[in-house]
């Protein structure tokens, strides 16, 4: 190739958002000579969209808060399908990784006694999410970049170079992961995304922090970045993925207009008093607490409402169910004629507040539906309805390391999964990125200290293949990638969303053996600089290899457990618990699926819950075994 260019480092970490940033910052501060790279503009992830906050057990609003409380809740959220071990250190680790910030230089929001300020939000006992207004997530990107900047700063003091142990790569995405003769990690290989011109990295370690999958569905509160590459990157370089079928559908995403249509109404409007209507004007989530959430929500208007103030006297209200419940619920209201005018239901926040503390706690609400829909938040309620929002699945991990099986491979934030079981809890994503992230860059350096001098080579077929892969869509070919990329996103959608039956299931694998067809006649004109469609040519390949272990996962998995609700199995079965679903590529690049045990939860763990609460997920012979203390 004669415009490769090529660059040598210890740790590649793909993706700069949360998880990516910490994860570098984590591998320089380590000692290692770190790249970052980021296909959007460096500042411009998912990261930096999170609105409401961090989800960490401070006990800043409640003292009574704590990292049992924490990890009981999130097992609950994910109805227990959660990898036990993440969500022990996820609970543990959250609040140092919030305090850390703070010598970041991150400010967020204060109590009147000058403690971090923590709200309420679904799925969540006390009150734990540190926030700055409804903009958490941009205090968050933009703290772990001035720590990037500061660090640069260190080594230009050192060294005279600014890039010397830590670089931004922007702008600029990674097609493959490379491996060298014994199947550990070699590097990977990229292009601009301004020139084409083609990069090619060497690096014993690469850290995948790439975040979610939701551009393969209609409607969306991702950009366009989520195309699920890191997914695909992992599964063609020899890793697994678990648990695929489990997608988040948040509950509110505006309806209208539709051009707009997707994009994020934050929970903190519920957390901070607004509530769910229907076109009759009810109340309608006390219809939809199920039996195993029964015992910690209000039966009650007057108690629901009397929560905000006394939350030891009273129970929660049922419009703070995690996320997966409240869908659900929007959707059987507006199935059943009762929602609002363009096919949602109605949040309102503006009988519940004075329209100062409105916008002064959700400033970015006020003016979002201002600026795009005309609605004024203060003086009327919204329309919203479910929109495909976080991808629970994702590359399978060990909990302490962040490795993948292929050795030198690592992931972390979105693209991993395991941590959020079946259904993640708001602000548990915020948390994750930092304590898994974190993780990631030590579990790397422990890696590359243990390897020595011995790191594993490029292979020059590998380079060449790569580049075949990457230039193939410059053929005389009849397929436009957007066409398949808008019929993708319509079946999955319809097929495969929040709602699924067996038949649609099928017909939507039906509907991926013809896109894979269609895909290898993808064409795009013009040249490799400023291609946007062979940009998302090369997407596509990536969408519709996750779109399978979706599809895959969600037919085999024949209940409804959290972010998967299928209409033929309405319900939770106990046998399904123990079941994860890992999805592989074999040697013809063909995905295959197989049923793996979920890791046992350690007795001291299963201790922290009630009998009986446990014996609405575990099988008998799972409660036997822990009366008789060895779960
Ligand atoms: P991201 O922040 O998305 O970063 C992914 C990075 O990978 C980007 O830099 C991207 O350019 C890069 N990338 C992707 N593919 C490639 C490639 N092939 N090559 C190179 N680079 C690549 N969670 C909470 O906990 N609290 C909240 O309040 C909250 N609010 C949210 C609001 C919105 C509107 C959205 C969309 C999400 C929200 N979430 C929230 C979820 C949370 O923001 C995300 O799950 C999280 O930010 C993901 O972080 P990440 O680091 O894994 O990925």
């Known amino acids: 190739m004669t415009d490769l260019e090529r660059h040598e480092y210890d740790v590649i970490v793909i993706g700069a958002g949360g998880a990516g940033l910490r994860a570098a910052i984590e591998a320089r501060e380590q000692g290692l000579r770190t790249a970052v790279i980021c296909k959007s503009l460096f500042g411009k992830a998912h990261t930096v969209m999170a609105e409401g906050g961090i989800a960490a057990s401070m006990g800043n609003a409640n003292a009574k808060d704590n990292w049992q409380t924490h990890f009981r809740d999130t097992m609950r959220g994910g109805k227990f399908l959660n990898n036990p071990r993440m969500a022990e250190l996820h609970a543990k680790e959250a609040p140092m990784r919030v305090w850390e910030l703070e010598t970041y230089g991150a400010l967020f929001d204060r109590t009147p006694d000058g403690k971090i300020s923590q709200r309420n939000f679904g799925g969540h006992e006390y009150p734990r999410l540190a ?73 014993p370690a690469v850290i ?50 539709p051009s707009v249509k997707g994009i994020l109404v934050t929970e903190s409007v519920r957390g901070d008093g607004g509530v769910l209507r229907n076109s009759e004007d009810k109340r ?49 209201e507006v199935k059943e004629g009762r929602g609002s005018p363009h096919g949602g239901v109605f949040l309102d926040v503006s009988t519940r507040l004075p329209a100062e503390e409105i916008t002064r706690r959700l400033p970015s609400m006020h003016h979002q539906f201002k600026e795009l829909a005309d609605v004024d938040i203060t003086a009327e309620p919204m329309e919203v309805g479910p929109t495909c929002h976080y991808v629970m699945g994702g590359v399978e991990v060990d909990a302490d390391t962040a490795a993948t099986s292929v050795p030198g491979l690592y992931a972390a934030g979105e693209v991993a999964g395991g941590m959020h079981g079946s259904n993640r809890l708001g602000g548990n994503s915020l948390s ?34 790569s580049t075949e892969t990457a230039l193939a869509p410059f053929r005389d070919a009849s397929e436009n990638p957007y066409t398949l990329h808008s019929e993708l996103q319509q079946k999955m959608n319809d097929l495969v969303g929040i709602i699924r039956r067996e038949e649609e299931v099928r017909e939507a694998l039906e509907m991926l053996d013809g896109l894979d067809e269609r895909a290898e006649s993808v064409g795009v004109e013009g040249n490799r600089p400023f291609n946007p469609g062979w940009h998302l040519a090369l997407d596509l390949r990536n969408m519709l290899a996750v779109c399978r272990c979706v599809a895959l996962a969600a037919l085999e998995r024949t209940e409804s ?7 033929d199995f309405p319900g939770m079965d106990p046998q399904w618990r123990g079941v994860n679903l890992i999805c592989t590529l074999d040697d013809t690049g063909t995905v295959q699926l197989k049923r793996q045990p979920v890791p046992e939860i350690r007795q001291d763990l299963l201790e922290l819950f009630e009998r009986t609460e446990l014996s609405k997920y575990l099988t008998e012979p799972e409660l036997s075994r822990l009366d008789a203390g060895s779960a």
């Open 208 to 257: 995948l922090a790439t975040g979610g999958i939701g551009k393969s569905f209609k409607v969306t509160s991702n950009s366009w970045e989520y195309t699920g590459d890191g997914h695909a990157l992992a599964l063609r370089a020899g890793a697994s993925l678990i648990n695929m079928e489990f997608i988040q559908f948040h509950p509110t995403g505006m309806v209208w207009p």
């Open 131 to 203: 926030h700055v207004g409804d903009r958490t997530g941009l205090e968050l990107i933009r703290t772990l970049q001035q720590k990037i900047v500061s660090l640069q700063q260190d080594d230009h003091r050192e060294t005279g170079d600014y890039e010397s142990r830590l670089r931004v790569f922007a702008e600029l995405t990674v097609t493959d992961i490379l491996k060298g003769d014994d199947g550990a990690v070699s590097g990977a290989f990229g292009y601009w995304r301004e020139t084409g011109g083609f990069v090619l990295f060497s690096a």
């Open 561 to 567: 457990r959290g972010g998967h609700t299928r209409e």
């Open 432 to 465: 994750d990125l930092l304590v898994f992230g974190r993780r990631a860059g030590v579990g790397a350096a422990e890696y590359i200290a243990a390897l020595g001098d011995s790191r594993p080579a490029i292979r020059d077929v590998d380079i060449d293949r």
């Open 284 to 332: 309608f989530m006390f219809d939809y607490v199920p039996d195993v959430f029964r015992g910690q929500y209000a039966d009650t208007e007057e108690e629901a409402d009397r929560w905000y103030k006394d939350p030891e006297n009273n129970k929660r209200p049922p419009e703070l169910l995690p996320r997966d419940e409240v869908a659900r619920a929007i959707n059987s």
